[in-house]
């Protein structure tokens, strides 16, 4: 059974850090806005990692640098530059062809793929990502962003057309929406911010970008690629508090398309902002509590392995982590011993220790607020079932299995975003669906049996309760390529590589009835390539 002790003294000291992964320290006042790497001469917020080091007799916050603290004059700035090189629609950037806006990106990606070993580090030290994870997250992303390229080429491929109906010459493609503000969340902070700020831009809008307040300087290191990617104004980075950047960007109307993903609390305060909320378009990804139902007849061995990783990858800060089990009452303690156990095993310590699995947490408080949806639990008849379960210094904080889990524990219903994994055991399978069915969120479930007939009973009803669901495996938002998605407060439009091109677009067409004259019009502007939009040229 660890202790606390044994954790704080997990912590290290500068002297143990090896060299290739020391703490960064980035003074960051520049910021980019309409093509220029400017100086913030202003306030700064500091930033610190939830790793301690032990330099004197007590653990001391690593302090990795400071990021603009930028006024609501600046980030008006950075959205007039972005509503600027939009121009409404006759921006240099949104009338370009679709080819040409590729090459703009994959130079991006060349010039991003330099910045990987300080990327890496920053995800590490900044929100406590284990190496290889963090390593995972941005090859994911280039990946990602290559899928993007491919996947548009390919769109465009099929836009390259024209269709006559009913004597009307038709050409459709899918054209920008305008100025997108992208804001991503700590626990993917690169992945999931490029998982929107590419396809809006790929698509022809301009973009404001605000990282994540925990991840932030990690984008440092590409603020030169995209100045030097992308035509001026076409992407802009604002830095600081919501309410002092964000709120009076919204409250200008110039923002098109929200593309959040955080909490919809946050993403309701936000929206609120807009002085024309029809004209605001949403991309949301929000909470989520996903549920796992182990039927009677399951793999125990292969439910424990998919609930460990699906409960406690990254600490369990994930969105499609599973947050709440359910486990039927017949098995319900061999799985309990097994899963505690395995959970039991698992190694804590510094992201960048080779094997590290339970990193620090990346949120502030983060182990004192589990602590008590634990105490809360624990005063409605719930114990604690690893030995170690609970236990933390600081930001270390050994994941707890918490039993018999009912729905007077806040555990049941709020999203623990962290190491505490609730467990019910139910005996009529109703209590599981009742479960899924007046849940506030609707992303995932996933289910463990070996009965065709009982499996493909569940999958019909759930399907129309969640947007995905996984059998016998944890759930999550890859391969890249599937639908990633929710119902109820869980999320607002489906990102996937292609569906997320179609996001930040809509579709608009040109037609013309179909007489000599207009015929010879649209021949003579295919033949002299005068348009970017009216073209049959197919991208190889
Ligand atoms: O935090 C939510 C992420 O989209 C989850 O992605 O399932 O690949 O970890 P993942």
Redesign the pocket.
């Known amino acids: 059974m660890l202790k606390s002790e044994t954790l704080a003294a997990l912590f290290p000291q500068d002297a143990n850090i090896p060299t290739e992964f020391k703490a960064p320290r980035i003074e960051q006042r520049e910021y980019l806005i309409d093509g220029e790497i400017r100086q913030w001469q202003g306030p700064m917020q500091e930033i610190s990692s939830p790793v301690r080091i032990r330099n004197g007799n007590a653990p001391e916050q690593v302090k990795l640098g400071s990021v603009p603290s930028m006024s609501e004059q600046a980030a008006t700035e950075a959205l007039n530059a972005a509503a600027a090189a939009y121009d409404n629609g006759r921006g240099k950037w949104p009338t370009m062809s679709v080819g040409e806006r590729i090459r703009h990106v994959q130079n991006f990606v060349e010039r991003m793929l330099g910045c990987r070993d300080r990327v890496v580090n920053l995800l590490m030290w900044e929100i406590c990502k284990n190496l290889a994870d963090a390593q995972k997250e941005f090859d994911?992303t280039i990946d990602y962003i290559r899928d993007t390229v491919e996947a548009l080429k390919e769109l465009d491929r099929t836009s390259s057309r024209f269709t006559i109906q009913q004597k009307i010459i038709g050409q459709i493609r899918r054209a920008p929406l305008g100025v997108v503000l992208c804001m991503g969340?700590f626990?993917?902070p690169l992945?999931?911010t490029f998982?929107t700020l590419i396809p809006a831009l790929i698509m022809g809008n301009t973009v404001v970008f605000k990282p994540p307040k925990l991840g932030v300087l990690l984008f440092q290191p590409l603020l030169e690629a995209f100045r030097d990617s992308f035509p001026k104004g076409v992407i802009n980075t604002v830095y600081g508090s919501g309410q002092t950047v964000i709120t009076p960007m919204m409250a200008s109307g110039k923002v098109d398309v929200l593309a959040f993903?955080g909490t919809s609390r946050v993403s309701d305060v936000i929206r609120k902002s807009h002085p024309k909320p029809h004209r605001l378009r949403c991309v949301l990804?929000l909470d989520?509590k996903n549920p796992c139902i182990i039927l009677p007849d399951a793999d125990i061995d292969l439910a424990v392995k998919e609930c460990l990783l699906g409960s406690l990858?990254?600490n369990g800060?994930?969105?499609?982590?599973l947050k709440m089990i359910f486990v039927h009452s017949s098995i319900a303690d061999a799985f309990l011993a097994k899963f505690s156990a395995e959970v039991e095993k698992l190694q804590i310590n510094l992201p960048w220790e080779k094997g590290a699995q339970i990193t620090p947490l990346a949120e502030p408080g983060k182990a004192e607020r589990l602590t008590d949806l634990i105490k809360d639990a624990q005063a409605n008849g719930a114990r604690i079932v690893n030995p170690s379960g609970g236990v933390f210094s600081d930001s270390l904080f050994f994941p707890a299995v918490v039993y018999p889990v009912n729905d007077k524990m806040k555990l049941y219903r709020e999203e623990q975003f962290g190491p505490v994994i609730p467990i019910a055991a139910y005996n009529r399978i109703e209590e599981a669906i009742s479960y899924v069915v007046e849940s506030d969120y609707g992303q995932q479930v996933s289910i463990f049996g070996k009965d065709a007939k009982q499996m493909a009973s569940l999958i019909d009803p759930l399907v129309n309760q969640v947007c995905r669901v996984n059998i016998n495996s944890?759930?999550?938002?890859?391969p890249?390529t599937f639908p990633?998605t929710g119902r109820k407060d869980s999320a607002e439009g489906t990102l996937s590589v292609s569906d997320a091109l179609r996001v930040f677009s809509i579709r608009t067409l040109v037609a013309a009835k179909d007489s000599d004259d207009n015929k010879q019009l649209i021949t003579k502007i295919l033949k002299d390539d005068l348009s970017s939009f009216l073209t049959t040229d197919f991208l190889f």
């Open positions: 994911r969340p626990n993917y992945n999931e998982t993903i990804g989520a990858s990254f800060q994930r969105c499609t982590a944890q759930c999550q938002r890859g890249d990633f």
